[in-house]
T-cell receptor
Framework: DAKTTQPNSMESNEEEPVHLPCNHS???????IHWYRQLPSQGPEYVIH???SNVNNRMASLAIAEDRKSSTLILHRATLRDAAVYYC?????????????FGQGTRLTINP | DTEVTQTPKHLVMGMTNKKSLKCEQH?????MYWYKQKAKKPPELMFV???????INESVPSRFSPECPNSSLLNLHLHALQPEDSALYLC????????????FGNGTRLTVT
Protein backbone atom coordinates (compact mmCIF):
# COMPACT_ATOMS: atom_id res chain seq x y z
CA ASP A 1 0.00 0.00 0.00
CA ALA A 2 1.28 3.45 -0.89
CA LYS A 3 2.05 5.38 2.29
CA THR A 4 1.65 8.97 3.37
CA THR A 5 3.73 11.06 5.75
CA GLN A 6 2.20 13.86 7.82
CA PRO A 7 3.46 15.94 10.75
CA ASN A 8 2.25 14.52 14.06
CA SER A 9 0.75 17.80 15.20
CA MET A 10 0.15 21.39 14.15
CA GLU A 11 -1.22 24.43 15.86
CA SER A 12 -2.96 27.48 14.47
CA ASN A 13 -5.10 30.38 15.56
CA GLU A 14 -8.79 30.89 15.09
CA GLU A 15 -9.82 32.72 11.90
CA GLU A 16 -6.41 32.18 10.29
CA PRO A 17 -5.69 29.89 7.32
CA VAL A 18 -4.21 26.46 8.00
CA HIS A 19 -2.05 24.50 5.58
CA LEU A 20 -1.75 20.80 6.38
CA PRO A 21 0.99 19.07 4.36
CA CYS A 22 1.16 15.45 3.22
CA ASN A 23 3.93 13.59 1.41
CA HIS A 24 3.13 10.56 -0.74
CA SER A 25 6.22 9.95 -2.84
CA UNK A 26 5.21 6.37 -3.80
CA UNK A 27 1.81 7.35 -5.19
CA UNK A 28 0.73 5.46 -8.30
CA UNK A 29 -1.03 6.91 -11.31
CA UNK A 30 -4.43 5.59 -10.24
CA UNK A 31 -4.29 6.60 -6.58
CA UNK A 32 -6.74 9.25 -5.46
CA ILE A 33 -5.69 11.54 -2.61
CA HIS A 34 -8.32 11.67 0.12
CA TRP A 35 -8.49 13.74 3.29
CA TYR A 36 -10.60 12.85 6.29
CA ARG A 37 -10.81 14.31 9.75
CA GLN A 38 -11.84 12.80 13.03
CA LEU A 39 -13.28 14.84 15.86
CA PRO A 40 -13.21 13.40 19.39
CA SER A 41 -15.73 10.60 19.97
CA GLN A 42 -16.82 10.53 16.33
CA GLY A 43 -16.08 8.48 13.24
CA PRO A 44 -13.87 9.93 10.52
CA GLU A 45 -15.52 12.54 8.30
CA TYR A 46 -14.74 12.97 4.61
CA VAL A 47 -13.23 16.37 3.80
CA ILE A 48 -12.08 16.39 0.19
CA HIS A 49 -10.38 14.31 -2.48
CA UNK A 50 -8.60 14.77 -5.80
CA UNK A 51 -6.60 13.01 -8.47
CA UNK A 52 -4.44 15.55 -10.32
CA SER A 53 -6.04 18.99 -10.25
CA ASN A 54 -6.59 21.27 -7.27
CA VAL A 55 -10.05 20.93 -5.74
CA ASN A 56 -12.29 23.21 -3.70
CA ASN A 57 -15.41 22.49 -1.69
CA ARG A 58 -17.31 24.18 1.10
CA MET A 59 -15.04 22.70 3.76
CA ALA A 60 -11.56 23.12 2.33
CA SER A 61 -9.23 23.27 -0.66
CA LEU A 62 -6.81 20.62 -1.82
CA ALA A 63 -3.62 21.64 -3.57
CA ILE A 64 -1.82 18.80 -5.38
CA ALA A 65 1.78 19.11 -6.51
CA GLU A 66 2.44 18.75 -10.21
CA ASP A 67 4.35 15.48 -9.68
CA ARG A 68 1.60 14.32 -7.27
CA LYS A 69 4.17 13.36 -4.64
CA SER A 70 2.73 15.79 -2.12
CA SER A 71 -0.47 17.64 -1.35
CA THR A 72 -1.73 20.30 1.03
CA LEU A 73 -5.12 20.60 2.68
CA ILE A 74 -6.06 24.23 3.15
CA LEU A 75 -8.61 25.40 5.70
CA HIS A 76 -9.19 28.99 4.69
CA ARG A 77 -10.39 30.33 8.02
CA ALA A 78 -10.00 27.94 10.95
CA THR A 79 -12.60 27.75 13.70
CA LEU A 80 -12.45 25.97 17.03
CA ARG A 81 -14.64 23.27 15.48
CA ASP A 82 -11.82 22.42 13.06
CA ALA A 83 -9.71 20.99 15.88
CA ALA A 84 -9.37 17.32 14.94
CA VAL A 85 -7.00 14.66 13.65
CA TYR A 86 -6.59 15.07 9.88
CA TYR A 87 -5.73 12.04 7.78
CA CYS A 88 -4.24 12.14 4.29
CA UNK A 89 -4.93 8.82 2.57
CA UNK A 90 -4.26 7.28 -0.82
CA UNK A 91 -7.26 5.45 -2.16
CA UNK A 92 -6.57 2.57 -4.50
CA UNK A 93 -8.85 0.11 -6.21
CA UNK A 94 -8.28 -3.55 -5.45
CA UNK A 95 -10.42 -6.43 -6.59
CA UNK A 96 -13.35 -4.20 -7.41
CA UNK A 97 -13.47 -2.87 -3.87
CA UNK A 98 -11.53 0.07 -2.64
CA UNK A 99 -8.98 0.02 0.10
CA UNK A 100 -8.55 3.07 2.30
CA UNK A 101 -5.61 2.70 4.68
CA PHE A 102 -5.13 5.38 7.34
CA GLY A 103 -1.71 6.75 8.31
CA GLN A 104 -0.94 8.38 11.66
CA GLY A 105 -2.55 11.72 10.80
CA THR A 106 -1.94 15.27 12.03
CA ARG A 107 -3.54 16.45 15.25
CA LEU A 108 -4.62 20.05 14.64
CA THR A 109 -5.05 22.37 17.60
CA ILE A 110 -6.83 25.70 17.11
CA ASN A 111 -6.12 28.46 19.61
CA PRO A 112 -8.89 30.98 20.36
CA ASP B 1 -25.68 12.78 12.76
CA THR B 2 -24.25 10.42 10.18
CA GLU B 3 -26.02 8.49 7.43
CA VAL B 4 -24.36 5.29 8.61
CA THR B 5 -25.98 3.97 11.78
CA GLN B 6 -24.15 1.64 14.12
CA THR B 7 -25.66 -0.23 17.05
CA PRO B 8 -25.09 -0.57 19.87
CA LYS B 9 -23.08 2.55 20.72
CA HIS B 10 -21.42 0.78 23.64
CA LEU B 11 -20.98 -2.93 24.38
CA VAL B 12 -19.38 -4.77 27.28
CA MET B 13 -18.89 -8.49 26.85
CA GLY B 14 -17.08 -11.33 28.56
CA MET B 15 -14.53 -13.50 26.83
CA THR B 16 -16.98 -16.39 26.51
CA ASN B 17 -19.87 -14.33 25.16
CA LYS B 18 -21.18 -14.15 21.60
CA LYS B 19 -22.37 -10.76 20.43
CA SER B 20 -22.96 -8.91 17.17
CA LEU B 21 -22.34 -5.38 15.98
CA LYS B 22 -24.73 -3.95 13.43
CA CYS B 23 -24.34 -1.32 10.74
CA GLU B 24 -27.00 0.09 8.42
CA GLN B 25 -27.00 2.57 5.53
CA HIS B 26 -29.75 3.63 3.15
CA UNK B 27 -27.70 5.60 0.66
CA UNK B 28 -27.69 2.80 -1.94
CA UNK B 29 -23.98 2.23 -1.37
CA UNK B 30 -22.58 -1.08 -2.61
CA UNK B 31 -19.32 -1.22 -0.67
CA MET B 32 -19.21 -1.57 3.12
CA TYR B 33 -16.28 -1.69 5.50
CA TRP B 34 -15.31 -2.61 9.04
CA TYR B 35 -12.47 -0.79 10.77
CA LYS B 36 -11.01 -1.20 14.27
CA GLN B 37 -9.58 1.78 16.14
CA LYS B 38 -7.56 1.61 19.36
CA ALA B 39 -7.18 4.70 21.53
CA LYS B 40 -5.03 7.44 19.99
CA LYS B 41 -4.32 5.29 16.91
CA PRO B 42 -5.64 5.54 13.35
CA PRO B 43 -8.42 3.22 12.19
CA GLU B 44 -7.24 -0.17 10.87
CA LEU B 45 -9.07 -1.83 8.01
CA MET B 46 -10.56 -5.23 8.84
CA PHE B 47 -13.00 -6.23 6.07
CA VAL B 48 -14.42 -4.88 2.82
CA UNK B 49 -17.64 -6.05 1.20
CA UNK B 50 -18.39 -5.22 -2.41
CA UNK B 51 -21.87 -6.00 -3.76
CA UNK B 52 -22.53 -8.14 -0.68
CA UNK B 53 -19.47 -10.32 -1.26
CA UNK B 54 -16.41 -10.29 0.98
CA UNK B 55 -13.61 -8.88 -1.15
CA ILE B 56 -10.93 -7.98 1.41
CA ASN B 57 -10.04 -9.67 4.70
CA GLU B 58 -6.99 -8.07 6.28
CA SER B 59 -5.91 -11.30 8.02
CA VAL B 60 -8.40 -10.75 10.82
CA PRO B 61 -8.64 -13.57 13.44
CA SER B 62 -11.59 -15.90 13.00
CA ARG B 63 -13.15 -14.78 16.29
CA PHE B 64 -14.39 -11.83 14.18
CA SER B 65 -16.91 -12.99 11.58
CA PRO B 66 -18.44 -10.46 9.17
CA GLU B 67 -21.75 -10.88 7.41
CA CYS B 68 -23.52 -8.81 4.78
CA PRO B 69 -27.15 -10.04 4.60
CA ASN B 70 -28.14 -7.38 2.07
CA SER B 71 -26.79 -4.21 0.50
CA SER B 72 -27.94 -2.03 3.40
CA LEU B 73 -26.76 -4.10 6.34
CA LEU B 74 -23.41 -5.21 7.66
CA ASN B 75 -22.86 -7.28 10.79
CA LEU B 76 -19.77 -8.22 12.74
CA HIS B 77 -20.21 -11.35 14.84
CA LEU B 78 -17.94 -11.62 17.86
CA HIS B 79 -17.02 -14.82 19.71
CA ALA B 80 -14.35 -15.69 22.26
CA LEU B 81 -12.77 -12.26 22.17
CA GLN B 82 -9.75 -11.21 24.20
CA PRO B 83 -9.38 -8.06 26.34
CA GLU B 84 -6.97 -6.66 23.73
CA ASP B 85 -9.86 -6.66 21.24
CA SER B 86 -11.40 -3.78 23.19
CA ALA B 87 -11.59 -0.87 20.75
CA LEU B 88 -13.88 1.37 18.74
CA TYR B 89 -15.33 -0.54 15.80
CA LEU B 90 -16.22 1.66 12.86
CA CYS B 91 -18.44 0.85 9.91
CA UNK B 92 -18.27 2.76 6.64
CA UNK B 93 -19.89 2.65 3.22
CA UNK B 94 -19.20 4.02 -0.24
CA UNK B 95 -20.74 3.87 -3.70
CA UNK B 96 -17.94 1.57 -4.82
CA UNK B 97 -16.99 3.84 -7.71
CA UNK B 98 -13.30 4.61 -8.12
CA UNK B 99 -12.18 7.34 -5.77
CA UNK B 100 -15.55 7.67 -4.05
CA UNK B 101 -15.41 8.83 -0.42
CA UNK B 102 -16.26 6.68 2.56
CA UNK B 103 -19.09 7.62 4.91
CA PHE B 104 -18.40 6.50 8.46
CA GLY B 105 -20.66 5.79 11.38
CA ASN B 106 -19.73 6.92 14.88
CA GLY B 107 -18.74 3.44 15.92
CA THR B 108 -19.41 0.90 18.63
CA ARG B 109 -17.15 1.15 21.65
CA LEU B 110 -16.44 -2.43 22.69
CA THR B 111 -15.01 -3.49 26.04
CA VAL B 112 -14.03 -7.12 26.57
CA THR B 113 -13.73 -8.15 30.21
Amino acid sequence: DAKTTQPNSMESNEEEPVHLPCNHSTISGTDYIHWYRQLPSQGPEYVIHGLTSNVNNRMASLAIAEDRKSSTLILHRATLRDAAVYYCILRNLIQGAQKLVFGQGTRLTINP
Amino acid sequence: DTEVTQTPKHLVMGMTNKKSLKCEQHMGHRAMYWYKQKAKKPPELMFVYSYEKLSINESVPSRFSPECPNSSLLNLHLHALQPEDSALYLCASSTGLAGSPLHFGNGTRLTVT
